[in-house]
C-alpha cells in the first residue's frame, strides 16, 4: 500500500482542506487577516503550552502516563485541538465557541507566530524545535491508528506497508527484531518499509529488521519516523524564517512584539508595587541569603563587596527591589550608602546615578511604571561580560564555579549532582527551582519558576515572613485573570509591545560612568 496523496474529500468549508485533521505538519502558513490583539493572545498562549511542555519532560518520563495526563489538561484548558474524534459540523466557522475550526486555526497561526519570535538564534530554535517536538510526538502518539493513518494521508508521507506475502516471508525476522511481537500481532500489524537512513533513531535503538536498505517499520514505531520528518521540515522553515526576519523586522507594530516573545514570560506581573514599603533596608541582607534567587544573591554579594555594580547590575537588581517592595526613598538610601561606601562620593552620587533611579521608579522622563526582569530576559539577553554580575549564573556561570558556588552555600552533593545535570540540559529555570527545593528543604516546590520576584514571594510564603506580602499581590496571574467565565477565550498580557519599548528607554538611563 502506498500513501500517495490519496486526500480525504471534503466539503463542507474550504478552510477544512486546511484544517481538517487534528494534527497539522505546518506546510501552508496561514494567509487570512488577523488582529494584533489576536496574534499576541494566541502567540502568548502557545508559549505558555510550550514552557508547560519543557517542564513536564524535566519533572516526568516524558510519554509516561503523569506526563500525558498533565500535558493532555493543559493543552484542553488552553484550547489547543487534541482529540480527533470531531463532529465534521463543528468544523463550521458558525458554530458557538470554542470550536474545534477555531482550535485547529489558534493551532496553526500561533505556531507560525512563535515560528516568526524563536528562529533569531540559534538557542532559540533549539528551544523551539524541541518544544514543538515533544508537543507533536505527544499529540501524535495520542491518536488512534485510524486516525494516524488518515494523517499520513493528508501529508502525503510516502510510506510503502509490506504485503501480506513478503509478511509471511519475514514474519520470524520481524518477531525477532520488533519487542514485544507474536505471530499474531505480526499478521495483524502493518509493518512499513522505510530507507533505513529516515530511521536512524529506531536503527540505532535496534527496535527494527533491517534488509536490503530498508527498515521494517511496526505501525506503533511510526512516530519516530514522522517526528524526524517534523524536526527536519522545522528546522529548514526555521532557517527559511530567519531571512525573511529583516521585512518583518522592519514593521514597527510587530518587531517589538516579537522581541517580547522570544523573552517572554508567561505569568504574574511583578511591577505593580502592590507590596511596596513592606521590607526594610535592614531586612536585604538576611533575605539575601534566604529568599533570593541565585542571581539576586550574586549581585548583593557583588554590591556589599565592591560598592559598585555596573549598569547591568544595577537594572536587574534595582528593578527586582523594586519588586519585592523597596520605596523610591529606600532605594535612594540603599544605593547611594553602599555607593559612597566606595570611590563614589555623595555628590557624584546624586549627579550620575539618583536621576536613573527616580527614573526606575517612573519619577523622571515617560514617568512609567518599570517592570523586574523575568528569567528568560535575563538568560536571554545582555549576557554578563568580565566585570559583570547579572544574568543568570545557571545559565551564564561556569559550571565547575557554580558547582563551587553551590558547595559554599551548602548544598548536599546529590543536589549539586543534579542541579548540574539540569544546567547541562539548558533547563535554567528548573535548575533553580532544585536550588530553591534544596535550600527550602522541600521535595517539590510546586510551582512553575519564571520570575526571580516569584521566587522571592514562593519563598517568603514558604518561610511564614511574606504573610503581607501575600496578601498584597497574590492576584490570579494576568493570563487566567482574564479568563471568561465559561473559559472561552484568554486575552494577552497588556501593553507588552509597550512594555519592550520602555524598557529599552530605561536602558539608556544606566549608562556607566
Ligand atoms: Fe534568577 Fe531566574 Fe536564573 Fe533563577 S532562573 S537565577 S530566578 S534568572
Not at 509478511?167 to 533505513?196: A, C, M
Not at 547590575?313 to 526613598?329: A, P, S
Not at 543534579?418 to 517539590?444: P, R, S
Amino acid at each position: 500500500m502506498q500513501f500517495t496523496g490519496r486526500r480525504r474529500k471534503l466539503t463542507v468549508h474550504p478552510q477544512n482542506e486546511l484544517y481538517g485533521h487534528c494534527l497539522q505538519l505546518y506546510g501552508q502558513p496561514p494567509l487570512e487577516n488577523i488582529s494584533l490583539s489576536e496574534f499576541e493572545t494566541f502567540a502568548v498562549e502557545r508559549l505558555k503550552l510550550l514552557k508547560t511542555v519543557e517542564n513536564l519532560g524535566v519533572s516526568y518520563v516524558k510519554m509516561s502516563e503523569q506526563y500525558s495526563k498533565k500535558l493532555h489538561a493543559e493543552i484542553s484548558s488552553l484550547h489547543f485541538p487534541h482529540r480527533p474524534e470531531v463532529d465534521e459540523s463543528s468544523l463550521n466557522k458558525s458554530q458557538a465557541v470554542p470550536t474545534e475550526y477555531e482550535k485547529r486555526r489558534k493551532d496553526h497561526i500561533s505556531h507560525f507566530i512563535l515560528r516568526l519570535a524563536y528562529c533569531q538564534t540559534e538557542d532559540l530554535r533549539r528551544w523551539f524545535i524541541q518544544q514543538e517536538m515533544d508537543l507533536f510526538r505527544h499529540r501524535f502518539t495520542d491518536l488512534p491508528p485510524k486516525f494516524k493513518t488518515e494523517f499520513l494521508h493528508r501529508n502525503n508521507l510516502k510510506y510503502d506497508t509490506i504485503s501480506v506475502e513478503e509478511k509471511k516471508n519475514l514474519k520470524d525476522q520481524l518477531i525477532n527484531s520488533s519487542y514485544g511481537f507474536s505471530g499474531t500481532t505480526v499478521v495483524e500489524q502493518d509493518f512499513y518499509k522505510v530507507p533505513f537512513q529516515d530511521a536512524l533513531d529506531l536503527v540505532r535503538m535496534r527496535k527494527v529488521f533491517l534488509q536490503g536498505g530498508y527498515a521494517y517499520i511496526p505501525h506503533q514505531e511510526i512516530v519516530t519516523i514522522v517526528l524526524n520528518d517534523f524536526r527536519t521540515r522545522l528546522s529548514k522553515a526555521l532557517a527559511l524564517t530567519a531571512r525573511s526576519l529583516p521585512a518583518v523586522q522592519s514593521d514597527e507594530r510587530l518587531q517589538p512584539l516579537l522581541n517580547h516573545l522570544s523573552h517572554a514570560y508567561v505569568g504574574q506581573d511583578y511591577s505593580i508595587q502592590k507590596n511596596i514599603g513592606k521590607v526594610s533596608l535592614e531586612q536585604i541582607d538576611a533575605l539575601s541569603a534566604k529568599s533570593f534567587p541565585l542571581c539576586m544573591r550574586q549581585l548583593h554579594k557583588a554590591l556589599r563587596d565592591n560598592h559598585h555594580l555596573r549598569h547591568g547590575g544595577r537594572m536587574q537588581y534595582g528593578l527586582f527591589l523594586k519588586g519585592i517592595g523597596l520605596t523610591l526613598e529606600q532605594a535612594l538610601q540603599f544605593w547611594r550608602s553602599e555607593f559612597i561606601r566606595g570611590k563614589v562620593d555623595a555628590d557624584k552620587f546624586d549627579k550620575a546615578y539618583a536621576y536613573s533611579i527616580r527614573h526606575m521608579f517612573g519619577k523622571e522622563g515617560k514617568r512609567t511604571d518599570y517592570t523586574p526582569y523575568s528569567c528568560m530576559k535575563v538568560i536571554l539577553s545582555n549576557p554578563p561580560s568580565q566585570g559583570d554580575y547579572h544574568g543568570c549564573p545557571f545559565r551564564h556561570s561556569d559550571p565547575e564555579l557554580l558547582k563551587q558556588k553551590l558547595q559554599s552555600y551548602k548544598l548536599s552533593p546529590s543536589g549539586i549532582v543534579q542541579i548540574l545535570d539540569l544546567v547541562k540540559g539548558m533547563h535554567y529555570q528548573l535548575a533553580c527551582q532544585k536550588y530553591f527545593e534544596l535550600t527550602h528543604n522541600i521535595e517539590d516546590a510546586g510551582f512553575s519558576l519564571n520570575h526571580p520576584n516569584q521566587y522571592f514571594m514562593e519563598s517568603q510564603k514558604l518561610l511564614g515572613g511574606g504573610r503581607e506580602i501575600k496578601k498584597e499581590v497574590e492576584m490570579p496571574q494576568k493570563v487566567q485573570e482574564n479568563t471568561t467565565a465559561n473559559g472561552a477565550s484568554v486575552q494577552p498580557q497588556p501593553n507588552t509591545t509597550q512594555a519592550m519599548e520602555e524598557m529599552g528607554d530605561l536602558d539608556s538611563y544606566f549608562l556607566d560612568e
